[in-house]
């Protein structure tokens, strides 16, 4: 079946979905993108202003990854971008049942999509996807893990930079500029 129907049957289970609806604000945000994307790009949760459009990253850390995405030369179309958990969790902040549970849906989304490489934003990311203990500080900009033909990139969460500026943009850019280098076709 053609990946994009594959992807839309798993949107829908996630907006159909019993737990994570158990504390549901706002509505699903499955993810959005190139359903074929070489690299795919994974946050935390949905924010408030995703929870009421239903697209990821479009509030001001969005503006920021997707203006860094572009500054290496890749669309917005190119990829695909998403989150281990699907809703606006209860206190902004998800639990580590928040994220065991929302990785089933994504690791549904990796199977149809087969990226070649994910990039990890911030610790939440790579501790949910990957599911052990990550240093962002010491290991941003590397590839922290090899997995079934996917590379697991880490770099910072874009709220950490926006936070954080003078200390993280620059560490940022310098890991986005890596990234087209880690696939071969884009
Ligand atoms: N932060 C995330 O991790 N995902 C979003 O969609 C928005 C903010």
Redesign the pocket.
């Known amino acids: 079946m053609d990946k994009n129907k594959l992807l839309a049957i798993i949107a829908d289970e996630i907006e159909n979905c019993k737990e994570c609806q158990r504390d549901k604000n706002g509505v699903a ?1 499955a993810g959005e993108g190139n359903s074929d994307a070489d690299i795919v790009f994974i ?5 408030k202003k ?1 929870a009421i459009e239903g697209r ?4 001001r ?2 503006q920021l990854l997707r203006s860094f995405i572009r500054e290496i030369g890749l669309n917005e179309t190119d990829v695909y971008i998403t ?1 281990p958990v699907k809703y606006l969790p209860d206190r902004g902040t998800p639990t580590s049942a928040d994220i065991a549970h929302g990785r089933i849906h994504l690791m549904k989304q990796f199977d149809v999509i087969k990226p070649k490489v994910v990039v990890l ?1 911030g610790r939440v990311a790579a501790e949910g996807v990957l599911q052990k203990k990550v240093f962002v500080v010491k290991d941003h900009g590397q590839i922290i893990e090899e997995r079934e033909g996917i590379k697991y990139y880490l770099t910072y ?1 874009p ?1 950490a930079v926006l936070r954080f500026p003078g200390k993280f943009k620059l560490f940022m850019k310098q890991d986005f500029e890596k990234i087209k280098s880690l696939v071969t076709k884009v």
Do not use: D, K
Request: charged letters at 10%; proline letters at 12%; aromatic letters at 6%.
């Open positions: 945000v946050g935390e949760a949905p924010g995703e990821p990253f479009i509030g850390s969005g989150s934003l969460h709220a």
